[in-house]
């Protein structure tokens, strides 16, 4: 199938190469002409493992292929996939104004039946408000080209982007009529065929569907999250209490770690969306603005505790090991690390860190591996949970520091294990 994906970052990058790898012609179309360029010279605007080989075997096999000429690729495509970016403005709505720009050129340039397919996240009636976008472009054109709408959301997760295209537990497509539904049906059936779920329905269903989504998994994160202080306060192993909950299979184990909080691009933004498009319909949302007050204060918790056992930070080395809000991404925004990177700046600490992605946060000293982080530290702490970090030699990391704190946001350790070298072990929820 002749495919286009506008927007060349990570849902379109890794849309676009994975449809490719199925064996369709895609076209991805981006108005950024410098990323385009480096795109076209095998060179990635973003770190996602397998991502870079996806893209060069799918370019020399002449599938996948990057433009800025949307008005050509749109001539060439029958499926359109809108993925460019929806970011959140002042009052937290999604700025839909590249989705509606994207719509508008599909009025502009379509030469025959066409299928325009939402794939960022956009507020609940984008969709059809884009429909009728590509009508009045039809009509100012005076032709009356058919078209389907649909939505069609994304569910990926940063780091296991390309297994979560092609191997996703389900595919959720909001659709209008049965042209498209059986066209997206044939684009998928690859993938349908080894037994994953495709579910078809209305498209305001499934608009309300991805933040439906992200905002329950933000909920369990914030649950659990709470747990972990009363834990604190009367005694308990969170650990122990989330795999208990968690091997109930209404609950599951997953989203019950206990941390500082979410980061990313997605599950803050969609619950502040969500929350706000339930108050323009006079819907108050208390519960998902008690998860999101939840999760901003636990981002603060790691240097209460810290300040708890080092009351002045001033000139006291602090080693930060993890940057980016998970592993397995390069991706910094809303990560706890920088929240708690502020704090430390107002206490005056000297901030060593090390990333195994990220080199380039300012005012920080940036090492090269972890244990040059460590070297001389008054304290450890621990924000991302990068495999490297879990295979750390404790007792060459005993060697190196000043100190002997470590603060684990992540609780990536045993603390048996830990305390046994020597190490005033703290992490979140545990005693």
Request: charged share 30%; glycine share 8%.
């Amino acid at each position: 199938m002749n495919i286009v994906v506008f927007g060349a970052g990570y849902v379109g990058l890794s849309t676009a190469s994975c449809f490719a790898e199925m064996g369709n012609k895609v076209s991805c179309v981006d108005i950024d002409n410098n990323k385009i360029k480096k795109l076209k010279k095998g060179q990635m605007p973003l770190y996602e493992p397998g991502l870079e080989a996806f893209i060069k075997r799918n370019v020399k096999a002449q599938r996948l292929s990057f433009t800025t000429d949307s008005k050509k690729a749109i001539e060439e495509s029958e499926l359109i996939f809108c993925a460019v970016g929806t970011p959140p403005q002042k009052d937290y709505q999604p700025d839909t104004e590249q989705v509606e720009q994207v719509a508008k050129d599909v009025g502009r340039y379509m030469n025959g039946y066409k299928i325009f397919i939402i794939k960022s996240t956009v507020p609940v009636g984008t969709t059809q408000e884009c429909k009728i976008i590509i009508q009045k472009e039809l009509s100012k054109r005076k032709v009356g080209h058919e078209f389907d709408i649909a939505f069609n959301p994304e569910f990926l997760r940063q780091g296991e982007a390309l297994n979560d295209t092609l191997n996703p537990n389900r595919i959720i497509i909001g659709v209008e009529g049965e042209r498209s539904k059986k066209l997206l049906s044939k684009l998928y059936y690859p993938i349908v065929r080894t037994g994953k779920p495709l579910m078809f329905t209305d498209v305001r269903s499934a608009e309300i569907t991805k933040y439906a989504a992200n905002a329950f998994l933000s909920t369990k994160i914030s649950f659990i999250n709470e747990l972990a202080h009363l834990c604190e306060k009367i005694g308990g192993n969170i650990q122990d209490v989330a795999k208990g909950i968690g091997l109930d299979p209404r609950i599951g184990c997953q989203f019950l770690k206990a941390g500082i909080g979410y980061g990313g691009s997605c599950l803050k933004k969609d619950i502040q969306a969500l929350i706000h498009h339930a108050k323009k319909h006079k819907h108050e949302f208390k519960l998902l603005q008690a998860v999101e007050d939840i999760n901003e204060r636990q981002k603060t918790v790691l240097v209460d505790k810290l300040l708890s056992y080092i009351p002045t930070l001033e000139n006291r080395k602090i080693a930060l090991w993890g940057l980016t809000f998970k592993p397995k991404t390069d991706d910094m925004r809303d990560a706890p690390s920088l929240q708690i990177i502020e704090q430390l700046k107002m206490h005056k600490a000297d901030i060593h860190v090390y990333d195994p992605i990220r080199k380039d946060v300012p005012d920080v000293v940036h090492s090269v591996d972890s244990l040059g982080a460590a070297k001389d530290a008054d304290a450890l702490m621990i924000l991302t949970e990068w495999d490297e970090f879990k295979s750390v030699d404790l007792k060459k990391l005993k060697a190196a520091m000043k100190g002997n704190l470590i603060l684990d946001g992540r609780n990536i350790y045993d603390k048996k294990a830990v305390r046994k070298e020597g190490f005033n072990y703290i992490g979140i929820g545990i005693k």
